[in-house]
């Protein structure tokens, strides 16, 4: 039987995505996701290679035990069967210390990081937050080239600005997640006290929004500093006002959030 592929698996999730709705939906969502966090594959797979070796190993000591058994018999081919069984054993054992070697493979293998898992496509957190992977992914790569041993941007003003895009990014997570909490309880509550909880949602949309500039502001004064430090022989007061001011665009962006710090 064919395994599934992960194309079926993801067609499957959109398709089970889009005939439910509401809280049935989010939990659905959330064990899907579960199951294909990067951490969860890579412990299933160590269950795997640990299954597969004591499978081989308890075979391979069966087989070591009927190979001597049959070979102590007074038949004419028992010397024969004993050793075609004792064959096997090894064969089994082989596979024992192939899987048990996988099995070590893996268990030195780094935990992968989760893949935050965006908000459902009704949710207003929805775009912010595909808005900010797509961010994190081009100030982590602004970064690693800030980090080069060519690059002239003082180590401690590269860091401070990763620190800052990790905690930004946290606590913009921690407002979608706070949001997607108003809007299922919107979803629930009599209608006369619906308006509320609506004006809650924008309040936190407009949060969410308000961070992504900012962290988009921060993007630019990266990719600034990147291309003055790439031009062959900067601008020293060039360089010297693109890294001050990423520095103060880090120290604001934290601003934004002083209670989620």
């Known amino acids: ?18 005939q439910l709705r509401g ?17 969860a594959k890579l412990e299933r797979r160590k269950k795997r290679a640990a299954a597969a070796m004591w499978f081989f190993i308890f075979l391979a000591l069966l087989l ?3 190979g001597a058994v049959i070979a102590t018999g007074t038949a004419d081919t028992a010397v024969l069967s004993g050793a075609v069984a004792g064959v096997f054993a090894l064969g089994s054992l082989a596979l024992g210390a ?23 496509a009704r949710s207003a957190a929805r775009e912010p937050m595909e808005r900010l992977a797509d961010a994190e992914r081009v100030l982590a790569d602004l970064l690693r080239q800030l980090s080069s041993p060519r690059s002239a941007v ?39 006290d ?25 993007i630019a004064a990266a990719g600034r500093l990147v291309a003055a430090s790439s031009a062959g022989g900067p601008d020293n007061n060039a360089l010297t006002d ?18 989620r710090r």
């Open 23 to 39: 809280p049935v939906a989010d939990q659905v969502r959330s064990q899907l996701s579960r199951w294909s966090d990067p951490a």
């Open 1 to 18: 039987m064919d395994r599934p592929r992960r194309g079926d698996f993801l067609e499957l999730r959109q398709v089970v995505e889009k």
């Open 194 to 218: 619906r308006a509320v909880l609506d004006d809650g949602v924008r309040r936190m949309r407009e949060q969410l929004d308000e961070g992504l500039e900012g962290y988009g502001t921060l």
């Open 154 to 192: 003082p180590a401690d003003s590269v860091e401070d600005a990763r620190r800052t895009g990790v905690e930004a990014a946290s606590a913009l997570r921690e407002v979608a997640g706070e949001l997607q909490a108003v809007e299922r309880a919107r979803d629930m509550a009599p209608a006369a």
């Open 64 to 66: 070591g035990v009927v």
């Open 98 to 120: 192939k899987s048990g070697g996988r099995l070590r493979r893996l268990n030195k293998t780094p935990i992968p990081s989760a893949v935050p898992t965006l908000p459902p």
């Open 242 to 259: 693109a890294t001050d001011r990423l520095h103060g665009l880090a120290v604001a962006l934290r601003e934004i959030f002083p209670d």
